[in-house]
């Protein structure tokens, strides 16, 4: 009967509820497999606050530019309209800049570029108000890889969609 106890053991443990899911495990809880399966092709990651796509390296702007290419703004309307067709239809998009600049004028660029991602996921079908759109100019920039590069990838545009 030296086995009673381990089973006994095991019977207490299994039945110990789990630890509460932290807020990562509820953003994919929130989400059905097909939103989370679409948000995984695109290139979003699962972040504290729901999931979250860095355009940096696919959505970056050249130096003083607030206008999308035709081929990024044919990939964001691609995007938006796969979201919207498994109802994620929230969406915050953030503009950043790199660190060249002053800061209510880079305030401003971050904002247009924003304005200009939000303004391509509107016409493919996101409604306006579900929207938010910030611009958070240099005050949030990447870990910096050299100077050049860093200052690339900050030219850019997030876009996140919160889990509540």
Same mark, same amino acid.
Do not use: K, N, P, T
């Given at each position: 009967m030296r086995c009673a106890p381990l089973a006994m053991a095991l019977a207490l443990g299994a039945c110990q509820s789990p630890p509460p899911a932290g807020p990562a495990q509820a953003a994919v809880s929130s989400l059905s497999p097909q939103q989370v =399966? #679409?948000?995984?092709e695109y290139g979003f990651e699962q972040v504290d606050e729901g999931w979250e796509l860095q355009m940096a390296g696919k959505l970056l702007f050249d130096f003083n530019a607030d206008k999308l290419a035709a081929d990024q703004r044919a990939a964001v309307e691609r995007m938006a309209r796969s979201l919207f067709s498994v109802g994620i239809e929230r969406l915050r998009v953030e503009g950043h800049t790199d660190d060249l600049g002053g800061d209510a004028y880079n305030d401003r660029l971050s904002l247009r570029r924003a304005q200009a991602v =939000?303004? #391509?996921l509107t016409e493919a079908g996101i409604p306006q =108000? /579900?929207? =938010? #759109? /910030? $611009?958070? $100019?240099?005050?949030?920039p990447l870990p910096p890889s050299s100077i050049q590069g860093s200052r690339k990838e900050n030219r850019r545009v997030a876009i996140i969609v919160p889990v509540s």
């Open positions: =399966a #679409v948000l995984r =939000a303004q #391509v =108000a /579900h929207i =938010a #759109v /910030h $611009g958070y $100019g240099r005050s949030r």
